[in-house]
Every structure is written in structure tokens, then in C-alpha cells.
């Protein structure tokens, strides 16, 4: 091997990096171009072996990582993330470039997760769900990543330990909480880059990092001597500390070992491996083969298989709850693809971002930037801007000081939404295949940065779309979410919030076994979720679901158990909540083409045992089921409308006089005084807004509700049902209604006045301010007072006689450039 007189002697070369370090990846490259190994040994699962050579694909593009679950449990699973500017990425493309065997050395996959599986308590690393749970479950259990649970400590010019910011799970050795360092027997996680920044008397170990690594460059005469004064640094600290709080580090050192053995065995000494700088003395050091497979005898073992996924930027960083992150990951991509003027770079890149928000940002902002960067670095003497000076120049200089446009260079540039690539021929379970290939039919590409994305669905594309993303929600893989629409409220339009994470990767793998292709597994999956759903609301949704997804071949089971479910269930309250999802799986069928016809006969039959139910379920209520009641009520409301439109006429369906029946139970509900002041209100508004009570019987109505002989908290809950939810413009445009409240109010005795208080504040507190302005005007002048020109016209409560020409005439400058008409056209068009 060359190099062996540049500071090494006799053995494999070891190179000590940091994860995920640019530092470590530039001296990686640099000693294996002066060494020309004739092996590459890494640290990472040895089943990956077989994976390597994709990494040379033009389809594979960094950050990406290496996917490991089990077999039997696939949402057991481990990630071995990879940057552009890993070392051990780097360390891969230098072999494969060369010709060179690369190999992982680190212990099984097999046996990483089955550590998890039986030791879940002391399971590291990051979670397979969206974020790091605090504990681990059955479900989703938070199994360790070499990445994730060694810190592994770089050197200057190399790399520097990636332990994580100190934490209660890993306290750093400042940390005055921290045990003594000399006592024998260490029960915490040691921060070997905290330990080696606050003896260089840094407080902050990713600035120490960043002058000693990232500012200095690899060695230009020795590219070993990085490595060198790393690993006397590594062995110091494990005299110290030990295993530092790690005690499976000492059955993955034992069977890196092994591993560097059988290398030397083929190719001698011409061997170099690239691992975290922490477990370097213990490659090191003299020990037996029988010793270090003692250490593995035993070990658990599940079926695993691996692949590479996608990874982010932002599932690099700390923040992401990923144990062997990086605070900026943008920013070292940064300083690792910059060939120079790094810091030049940095603030064009920020200008042009500032410019895309439309904000101010001229090439006289970029120099006084860096220049201000520049002396920041001086003055706290350090050999070049960090990302601490820069940021500081581009606060004071860029955002004027504030930190609300500094967010977004943290969240775009700092951090990044730089999502990786693997190519098509990567191994991946079926249902994984299947819906990349939806993915390209639909046109649709999975994206780190989140997006909106409006669908109509009298498009065939959309209407696939749709239909992909609303499959994939039955599978739980939260690809997209849906959100309001800006434009039109139709069921023909749709909009999805869209972001892809890594994570998801592994519930593909986990919904594998319902099937082998999407459509396949969602239909499965409804089906089960269908026979194991708690109540008839979940049932309902979930027909609701399958309609939107359309899973025709699951309607049949699911429409069995609803059907079964309801003739069962006697509760008026949850007949009446599952009517609703129901009813609007309707609506679907014009614009899906999906008969409905079974779901509308269930759904009529739920509605005819509501009608039934409801008037005897309202009496004799406390306040807040009398609140949840009401809310039962409105909804019911609204699904007899759709479940009338739905049907036809009354000789087609037999379901078209329900508005008729529903009305008279609405009026059987007004007239009961059991029934509670909020359910009673309520009933009498719907019968007025459907046409069937006039202004003059609702005002007779709440007349007799408001007289002194009513309690003035039943009044004032029969108010919160008449006028609450949006009910403000009937005081508005009815004043005789808005008279009644007033009059009722003033004659509310002082010591009742507390109780109804709370009441009438909630309903009035939820209309508009524009309507509450209104009340509070007309209140000021009294109910039905002139004021103004404005005088009161009988049947038509709160307009005024004749037309305000003055106010009319102030409207036609804005109608004219609207309608970009002069004066004579508009005057045409009014005529």
C-alpha cells in the first residue's frame, strides 16, 4: 500500500471520520488516493454488500440510505443514512470509480433489529414513523443505526465524533450533571465531540468542528496525519470513558474485527477502512478471534431484508429526531460541493432565495454581507466565517435586523429540502414497485418540499390521482393530505398538501402484506378494517373511503358489516353521526361513476330510525349533551337534504318525502318543553331557513321562549340555538327578532344576569366583526328607530325604502374597471 511512510505503520489503514461530515469526506478521499487500497471497508451493514454497485447508477443521486427491515415485521426497521458529503459515501464512489472491492463490515442487520425486538427499552436511533417517539412501541419500535446510536468522534482536517447535541439520552462530559470521568464505571453516553471542544476551550462543539475541520482542509503533504492525531485523540478518550455508556459497541467492534481479519487474510495489508473515529482504538487493539466470537455467540437473529430509499436533508438534521444528525446539512453540502469561496457562494445563494420571495436583495447587499462576515470572523478569531458569522451578516444586512426572513433561510438553505433518488433496478418489495410505476403513469413525483396540488376530477388524470392518494391513505401511507379548496367548493375539485418523507418508504413495505399492487392491498385493508371497526361511524367513514378510492370489490364487505352494524345499534347519537359520512359517499357517484344504490337504502333506513329516535333521545338532557345533541342535529340536517337530492323524486326512490318527515320531527322538537332551550332554538331556525315557519311565527315563537315566565337560562340557550352558527344576519336583516333580544335582555334580573352571560358571549363572540359592528349600531339606536334616510318597509325587516343612489353611485368606479367599460357602456349595462 502507498503511504505507508506518511505516519502509519504496519496493519490496515484505519480512517476515522464523522458522520456525515464534509471534513472527513474530503481527508477520506485524500488518503485512499494515496494509499490505492485493494479493499474498502465501511462501516455498515454487511447484507448491503450486494447493493454497492447501484451506488455508480446514474439514476442514484445522495442523500439517500440504506433500508433494512425484517421480514416478518417490516415496520421494524433501521436506516443507515447518506449524504453527498458522507465519508462513507465518498468511500463507495472512490472504490467503484477504482475498480475496487467495497465491503460493510459493521454487525448484521439481522441482528440490529432483533436487539430492538427484544430489548425495546434500551432500542436507539430514529423511529419509523413521522417523528421520534418518546418511547418505543410494539407498532413502531425505535430501533438502532450505527448512525444513530455511536457517536463517532472525527479529528482536525478529518472528522470530529458525531455523538449529537448533547441531550438527557446523551449528556455531553461538560455537562455538570455528568458523572466524574474517573469513575470506573460509566452508566452514561459521552459526547466525544463536547469532550474534545471543551478542551480546546470551545463552548460550542459544531464551532470547534467547523474551525478545526471545515476551515482547515485535508492535509496537503500527509493525507494520514488527520487520522493519526484523531485516533491518539479516540484513545485518550477511551482510556477515559471506556465504552462510554455503549456496551454494544463492543459486540459491533468484535465483529468489525473479525471482518478486518478475514480482509487481511486475502489481501494483506492493503486495507483500508473507513468507520466512526469512536470505534477506531478498539480496531486497533490486540484481541483474539475466540474473544470476539465469544461476544457474538447468542446474538438474536430475525429475517431481514435491505434496499436503498430516498432520503432528505432535513431527515439529516437533529431536529428530525435522528440520533447522528447534523445541525445544518444544507450548509455542509454547502462547503463540501463549493470548489472555492465558500462563503461568496453562501450569500449569492442567499440573495437568490430572498429574490424568488420577492424580497429586495441587490449585489450590493451580497458584499456588504460577506465583507460584514468577514470582519465578525476576525474579531472572534476564527480563520474563516462559519455558518454563525453568516447568518449574523445576513440578519443585520439582508433582514434588517429581523429574524422572521432569517427563518427561511434556515428552513431552505441551513436545513434544505434536498430529497435523494434511487434508481428503478434497486430491490423493493412489489406494492413499492407498483406504485412507482402509478407514480410515473399519473405523472406525479414524490417531492421533499411541501406542495398544494389542485385536482379536477372530470379529468382522467386527476381523477387517478385522486384515487392513488386516497388508496394510499387506507394503506396509512400519509403521502398526501387533503386540504380546503380555494376555488370552488364542488366534489369535482380537490386539493391535496403533498410532501414525501423517507419514513414512508417503510410503510410501504409494511402494507406489502395486504397485497401486491396498490388497488389490491387497499382493498384488503379495507375489508379488514371493516370487520375490526369499533363503531358504526368508523364503518360508515370507511364506506366513505372506499368510494373515494374506489374499491369497488371491498364495498360489498364493508356494506355487510354497516348493514349489520345498524340494525344492531339502538344510540339515536351514533345512528345519528354515522349518517352524515354516509350520506355523502352520495355525492361521489355522479362525478366517479361508482353506483350507490345499496348505500342509499342503508342510508335511508339509518335516517327513518333517526326520525324515530331522536324526539324521545332529546329529553331530559344536561347542557352538554344537550351541545352534542344539537350538533347530532345539525348534521342530520344536512344529510337529509343530500340523501333527498340523492334519491329522486319520491316514485323513483320512495326516499323523497324524508325533508317531510324530517321537518316534522324538527317541529315535534320546537314544541316540546323537555326538550332542551339550545335543541328547541334550533329546530325553529332550520324550519325558518327551509321556509317552513315565517318571520312572523318565529318572532311569535321567541316572543313566548323570551317572556318573564321562561328561566332566563333556557332563554338564553334557546338564543345560542336560534342565532348561533352564523345566525347574526337574521338580527341583522329582522329587526323585530333583534327588538325581542334586546327587550328580554334588559328585563334579565341582576342576579341571574352571571349565568346567562357565559351563554350569549359564546354566541355572539362566533359571528363576523362586520356583524357584530351591525348589532352593536342598531342596538345603539335602538331596534326598528329610523336613522339616517334609512326607514323601515314592511315584509322586508332592516332595508330601507328607496334605493341610497349616493351609496350606489360610489360602487360604479370599481364596476367600471372591472368590467373595463367607460362611462356610456356602464351606463348601457345599468339601463
Known sequence: MAGTEGGRGAGPQLLGVRHHGPGSARAVRAALAAARPRVVLIEGPPEADALIPLAADEGMRPPVALLAHAVDEPGRSAFWPLAEFSPEWVAIRWALEHEVPARFIDLPATHTLAWGKDDEADAEGESTGE?????????????GTPHAETPNAG???????NAGTPSSESPSASDPAAPDPSTPDIDIRVDPLAVLAEAAGYDDPERWWEDVVEHRGAGERDAFAPFTALEEAMGALRETYGVGGRDRDLVREAYMRLQVRAAQREFEDD???????????????????????????????????????????????????????????????????????????WMTKVAGLFREEDRIVSPAHVIEAVRL?????????????????TTDAVRAVMCEG??????????????????GEVPPGAPAVPLQRDLDRSQRRLRIKPEALERELELDLRKEIDAGRSTLLHRLRLLRIEWGEPAASRGSTGTFRETWRLRWEPELAVRVAEAGVWGTTVPAAATAKAEADAVGAESLADVTALAEHCLLAELPDALPVVMKVLADRAALDTDVGHLAQALPALVRSLRYGDVRGTDTGALTEVAAGLAERVFVGLPPACAALDGDAA?????????????????GDAG????????????VRWRAVLRTLSARDTVPGVIRGRAVRLLLDEGELGADEAARLMGLVLSPGTPPADAAAWIEGFVGGGGGLLLVHDERLL????EWLTRVPAEAFTDVLPLLRRTFSSYEPGVRRTLGELVRRGPGKQTGTTTAVAGIPGFGAEPDAGRADAVVPVLRLLLGLDDDELVGVAG
Open 648 to 659: 329522486g323524486s319520491g316514485a323513483e326512490s320512495g326516499h323523497g318525502d324524508l325533508r
Open 271 to 345: 486495507v483500508a477502512v473507513v468507520c466512526g473515529a469512536w470505534h477506531v482504538p478498539a480496531l486497533r487493539q490486540k484481541a483474539s478471534v475466540a474473544a470476539d466470537r465469544a461476544l457474538l455467540k447468542g446474538l438474536p437473529k430475525v429475517k431481514a431484508d435491505l434496499t436503498w430509499v430516498p432520503w432528505t436533508h432535513r431527515r439529516l438534521s437533529r431536529a428530525s429526531g435522528y440520533g447522528a444528525g447534523i445541525d445544518s446539512p444544507g450548509w455542509y453540502g454547502h462547503l463540501f460541493g463549493a470548489p472555492d469561496r465558500p462563503v461568496e457562494r
Open 155 to 161: 479529528t482536525p482536517n478529518a472528522g470530529t465524533p
Open 739 to 742: 327588538g325581542l333580544v334586546d
Open 627 to 643: 351541545e352534542e345533541m344539537r350538533r347530532h342535529v345539525d348534521a342530520v340536517h344536512g344529510a337529509v337534504g343530500l340523501l
Open 402 to 419: 429581523s429574524d422572521v426572513p432569517l427563518s427561511l433561510v434556515r428552513d431552505r438553505l441551513v436545513v434544505g429540502d434536498v430529497l
Open 373 to 389: 462576515a468577514e470582519t465578525l470572523a476576525v474579531m472572534r478569531g476564527r480563520p474563516l466565517p462559519g455558518l454563525g458569522e
Open 131 to 143: 417523528e421520534q417517539p418518546p418511547e418505543p412501541t410494539a407498532e413502531t419500535p425505535a430501533v
